[in-house]
Nanobody, 115 residues
Framework: QGQLMESGGGLVQPGGSLRLSCATSGSIFSNYAIRWHRQPPGKQREWVATIFKSGTENYADSVKGRFTISRDNAKNTVYLQMNSLKPEDTAVYYC?????????WGQGTQVTVSS
């Protein structure tokens, strides 16, 4: 179908790490770019990272050097490894797949960075 499901969110201390997962089914997964966005409380959704079919990765300046996006085509899963987390990383994190007709979004997973 192509519907996405995020998981792996939770509460972590500043400086900690989390790995988010975005899973779906269908052979179309490996043929399109996957993106991560996030929406902090009271703010608009912002782009975080993209991984293309080729494996090329793009990152927002705010997470560059701390976050890593990767994909496992055999598992139809994309990951977002988040290291050196900061309180300002607190947000609902969403994944999307860029397909013809517009992106398809998951429901999101909450990440809270707090002492």
């Amino acid at each position: 179908q192509g519907q996405l499901m995020e998981s792996g969110g939770g509460l972590v201390q500043p400086g900690g790490s989390l790995r988010l997962s975005c899973a779906t089914s269908g052979s179309i997964f490996s043929n399109y770019a996957i993106r991560w966005h996030r929406q902090p409380p009271g703010k608009q959704r912002e782009w975080v990272a993209t991984i293309f079919k080729s494996g090329t990765e793009n990152y927002a300046d705010s997470v560059k050097g701390r976050f890593t996006i990767s994909r496992d085509n055999a598992k139809n899963t994309v990951y977002l490894q988040m290291n050196s987390l900061k309180p300002e990383d607190t947000a609902v994190y969403y994944c999307s797949i860029v397909v013809p007709g517009g992106p398809r979004w998951g429901q999101g997973t909450q990440v809270t960075v707090s002492s």
